[in-house]
DNA sequence: TGAAAAGTATGATGATCATAATATTATATG
DNA sequence: CATATAATATTATGATCATCATACTTTTCA
């Protein structure tokens, strides 16, 4: 081989890196094959060196999206007491932080809408990552001996993913953060994670 | 005037309305001119004459959306029981039937990733709209006599559109069922229209 | 009935984009 | 140091799209 062995390799992790923030910022349609490479200081022609299409690519990104993140987070602290490691996901995942960084944060809101019109490939990594959160939120949970975890957890999560959504969506800075605040308030409040009002 | 003086009106408001489903389909950004034109039974030339611009074409699509809809529906119930009218309108927003109807139904989810993205006139649109709904759900709320009916509202609201956005995006009939069931027996038992279990 | 004007269609232009063929650069090995 | 070759760049092609100029229809009124 000339350049050393794992050269290619790197160059496309780079370039799923840049894809998986262009598809947060821009979305999973409005991507273009030169725009991505150019943000990874390449240009476009060696593209199909390294992906068959750019639907195959936009897959292969979506999935890279999936590694790391909040997911992994929440994950982490699988040992600690439940009742912190959830309240500080929630806290976390509702914070101004979480709705500003654009190139960053959990997939989830950023593909919702997009899922039904993408690849089956990347319709199922995506049912996979509710599925898996959905099952960790569970898990902590039943820790806490709620019944009906998974319920609970299900219910959770459409309210995280959708107040995180609309938060983002509101122009008014002041109005945004009371969305966050309010579902943050209201989802510790219905967990059983602070004493009620 | 030649024509009869409605007839341009009427041309507007039918590719308007193809706009909107297409919009609904295909999302804000992918839909072309050409094909609305098409939908609507005419070719591009005209187009021009109609709309300034691609884009303020789609603000106004999207303006367009947000008249009539699930929305009104509630409002339409506004003098109604409270129990009743929340109870419907949680079923029906995440209702099997308002899933699948991919060419209609409430604005807000198949909005919500792009309106970040979308003309400041859009967004103030958008925005409104959630506003709005989350008053009209309040009311509501208020009139059972909940404290912090405007919390609760806000919070109700962000589940209500992450569960049908999670749901459409779900590709397993089953899962997605699941989804919506849970976040209508949650939603229903944390605003009290129902016993508790 | 005929001409003027409103509404719509045809066709053109330039931009952007995915894809692909070919050329060039960089570097590991002999 | 020379060369083979992996990795990337240049350039080309055809498709799609927004925009626009111009031509054609349709209908109302003189």
Redesign the interface.
Known sequence: MRYDSEHKARTRQKVLDEAAKAIRE??P??LGVAGVMARAGLTHGGFYAHFPSKEAFIADAIAHMFEGGPTAMLEKVKGAPPREALTGYIDFYLSARHRDS?SGGCP??????????LS?AS??R??KG??HLTGIIATHLAALGR?HAE??A??A???????L??A?????AD?SD??LE??R???KR?LGLEAA?
């Open positions: 821009e979305g349609h409005r654009r989830l809101p950023y593909l919702a809408v997009d899922a039904p019109r089956e319709r199922e995506y049912a509710v599925a019944d319920d609970e299900s219910s999560l459409a309210e995280l993913v959708g107040a959504t609309l983002r969506a509101e122009p008014d109005r009371a969305i309010r579902s308030t209201h989802l219905r009002q």
